[in-house]
């Protein structure tokens, strides 16, 4: 299998046709099914059509993922609770983390007319299939309030691993690093941190849904190998492209 590209094609019929594990990190960033406008996919199906699209695809990537992997799911609000049963109850998975990627959103609607906070979250649900499972919490280390505010003798010199609250700038239209045309792209720079810290050194992490390529970016930055998958391929050449600038 080729590695340290991205296919053009649908996910999940491509991860039925692969036979073995491969996978040391899966990074997967579906469609919310909350009515975005993609160019290749729709967004608004029925609740049962997309969480048993969900179900599927989640067994494949249980399947794909390396018995010590970590698979991260990225997702809203909206649906953040049933995948989190579906993955636990019904496909048997253990998790790790619950993370949360905080982003400053803008104004959002009428004060007038309002009727909930604004959201400025992601949640990323981290799933591993076995008690071992790899985690290199040293290389992600960042320092403590024991070092930086206390100078405590009793804190670790290397730091302490991040929480799991990660506060990173959404990547805005008007922002340099935004991809033409692909309004729902992560920061490279926050990817770097989970692939340093959830995928071997001579690992390979996996994207099912590339989208702008974010994850795969990052896990060439980070000297991992990669592969990823993207229906579109509109964003398929955008994807490709940037890799060839890596």
Same mark, same amino acid.
């Given at each position: 299998?080729?590695?340290?590209?991205?296919?053009?094609?649908?996910?999940?019929?491509?991860?039925?046709?692969?036979?073995?594990?491969?996978?040391?990190?899966?990074?997967?960033?579906?469609?919310?099914?909350?009515?975005?406008?993609?160019?290749?996919?729709?967004?608004?199906?029925?609740?049962?059509?997309?969480?048993?699209?969900? %179900?599927?695809?989640? /067994?494949?990537? $249980?399947?794909?993922? =390396?018995?010590?992997?970590?698979?991260? *799911?990225?997702?809203?609000? &909206?649906?953040?609770?049933?995948?989190?049963?579906?993955?636990?109850?019904?496909?048997?998975?253990?998790?790790?983390?619950?993370?949360?990627?905080?982003?400053?959103?803008?104004?959002?609607?009428?004060?007038?007319?309002?009727?909930?906070?604004?959201?400025?979250?992601?949640?990323?649900?981290?799933?591993?299939?076995?008690?071992?499972?790899?985690?290199?919490?040293?290389?992600?280390?960042?320092?403590?309030?024991?070092?930086?505010?206390?100078?405590? %003798?009793?804190?670790? /010199?290397?730091? $302490?691993?991040?929480? =799991?609250?990660?506060?990173?700038?959404? *990547?805005?239209?008007?922002? &340099?690093?935004?991809?033409?045309?692909?309004?729902?792209?992560?920061?490279?720079?926050?990817?770097?941190?989970?692939?340093?810290?959830?995928?071997?050194?001579?690992?390979?992490?996996?994207?099912?849904?590339?989208?702008?390529?974010?994850?795969?970016?990052?896990?060439?930055?980070?000297?991992?190998?990669?592969?990823?998958?993207?229906?579109?391929?509109?964003?398929?050449?955008?994807?490709?492209?940037?890799?060839?600038?890596?």
């Amino acid at each position: 299998m080729k590695i340290d590209t991205c296919i053009q094609g649908d996910s999940l019929k491509w991860m039925q046709n692969v036979k073995a594990p491969f996978a040391d990190l899966i990074i997967a960033d579906p469609p919310f099914n909350i009515g975005f406008q993609y160019d290749s996919y729709n967004d608004d199906r029925p609740e049962d059509d997309y969480l048993a699209w969900c %179900k599927s695809w989640i /067994s494949e990537c $249980k399947r794909l993922l =390396d018995s010590e992997g970590n698979l991260l *799911i990225c997702i809203s609000d &909206k649906h953040v609770s049933d995948i989190d049963v579906l993955c636990r109850k019904e496909l048997g998975l253990t998790r790790a983390n619950w993370i949360v990627w905080h982003y400053q959103f803008g104004q959002s609607g009428n004060l007038d007319t309002r009727k909930r906070f604004t959201c400025s979250k992601t949640h990323i649900l981290r799933y591993v299939k076995n008690k071992k499972f790899f985690f290199d919490a040293g290389s992600v280390a960042v320092p403590s309030a024991r070092q930086l505010a206390y100078n405590d %003798k009793r804190a670790d /010199s290397r730091g $302490k691993c991040p929480n =799991d609250v990660f506060t990173f700038k959404r *990547i805005a239209g008007t922002h &340099k690093a935004r991809v033409d045309g692909i309004a729902t792209q992560m920061p490279v720079e926050l990817l770097r941190i989970w692939v340093k810290a959830m995928c071997r050194p001579d690992g390979c992490v996996f994207d099912p849904f590339a989208g702008s390529g974010s994850s795969l970016i990052a896990a060439g930055r980070e000297g991992r190998h990669y592969l990823g998958v993207e229906l579109s391929p509109n964003y398929h050449k955008i994807i490709m492209d940037q890799l060839a600038a890596l």
